[in-house]
Structure formats: C-alpha cells, structure tokens
Antibody
C-alpha cells in the first residue's frame, strides 16, 4: 500500500516535497513512479525510482526540476519539484505501474498560488 | 523518451455502441502496453496488460490488441459504467514510462 503526504499550498518559485510511504516488502524491489494530473487534464509520468537500488529515472521534460529520493530503509520515496509555477498546480500520485503489486497512493494536491 | 499518441481525445457514444481507442508508439514497444480506466475522483485502474490480456474481473466486452507501434482498446457494447477516461501506458522502457493523452468516453 502506498500512502502519500498531505496537500500543499506553495508560492510561485518555491519548491514542494511530497512523500510516499510503501508498506509491504515487495514494493522496494520495483519501480515507484510519480504521476501528475493537472486539473481537467491527463496523466503525466514524471519520474521513478527502484528503492532497493536507489536508481532514479526522469521524463525529459522534468529532469531539470524534479528530484526523487528514498529514505535509508527504502520504504519512503520523496519527490521534490522546484521552480513551481501555476502550471504545476496538480494532483500528484505515487504508483507502481507494471511490475510487482499494482497500487496508487491517494494523491497529493499541490496548489501553486501567490 | 518513447512518445505515445492516443486518439481520439474525446469520444461521444451511446450505451450499446462498439467503440475503439487507438494508441501509437514512437518506436517498437513489442507488447509492453497496458490500458487503464479512470473515473472522476478515483485513481486509474488497469484493464489490460501485455497489450491484450484482461485483468482478472474485467468484463469480456473489453479487448486489447496490437503490437509494435499500434494498439487498440475496444469495448464491444458500451455499458453505463464504462463512461470514463482511458489511457494507454507503455513500459517497454521500464522503469521509465509514458502515457497516452487520454480518451474521454462521453455519453452522446
């Protein structure tokens, strides 16, 4: 099961860090992805990590602004998004998408507003 | 990155209709493709994996086909609960992924 941190309100130009805690041993062997959904728009894959290896992977359009990390126990994954603009207002999900048990977190709403 | 082009973006249809949604990949992805359904306020759920295998519990009116760069999701006879948004997702480049833009199935 994937459980995310709560909603955030941020100022333009700031950063946000969202957490995703995975319960169950099998999650750390498979990629945990970050997916966002802007209001009324589609799903967009941003980045991912295989916790047990700590290896991170980024979509080209986010690679300069997103940092994905894990804690020392490989049970919590973090996604930091820098240089926020109003276009980053979205629901951010962590999810396992193709290997291991499929699951989605409950989503974290990030609102960027001055 | 592998690009997924999904069409149409919106599909008006009626209960009982047969509908088809298409995804094209920018390069050969074999059968490393899934189809997902999302209803408002909910996380997406996978309907099809390996391009054509239905998840357990998914009604047989759903079917997926294709390989390489062209894929389709067909619903043979639309039911009221099928009106939702559908996405394709490639995982050939695991652990990198890419979604199609989505198809909103709307009541005509």
């Amino acid at each position: 099961q994937l459980v995310q941190s709560g909603a955030e309100v941020k100022k333009p130009g700031s950063s946000v860090k969202v957490s995703c805690k995975a319960s169950g041993d099998s999650f750390n062997k498979f990629a945990i992805s970050w997916v966002r959904q802007t209001p009324g728009q589609g799903l967009e894959w941003m980045a991912g990590v295989i916790p047990i290896f700590g290896s991170t992977h980024y979509a080209q359009r986010f690679k300069d602004r997103v940092l994905v990390t894990t804690d020392e126990f490989a049970t919590t994954v973090y996604m930091e998004l820098r240089g926020l603009t109003s276009e980053d207002t979205a629901l951010y999900y962590c999810a396992t998408l193709s290997r291991g048990p499929l699951d989605w977190g409950q989503g974290t709403l990030v609102t960027v507003s001055s | 990155d592998i690009q997924m082009t999904q069409s149409p973006s919106s599909l008006p249809a009626s209960v009982g209709d047969r509908v088809t949604i298409t995804c094209r990949a920018s390069q050969d992805i074999g059968n490393d493709l899934g189809w997902w359904q999302q209803k408002p306020g909910k996380a997406p759920q996978r309907l099809v994996y390996r391009a054509s295998t239905l998840e357990s519990g998914v009604p047989s009116r759903f079917s997926g086909s294709g390989s390489g760069t062209e894929f389709t999701l067909t619903i043979s006879s639309l039911q009221p609960e099928d009106f939702a948004t559908y996405y394709c997702l490639q995982h050939k480049s695991y652990p990198l992924y890419s979604f199609g833009q989505g198809t909103k199935l709307e009541i005509k």
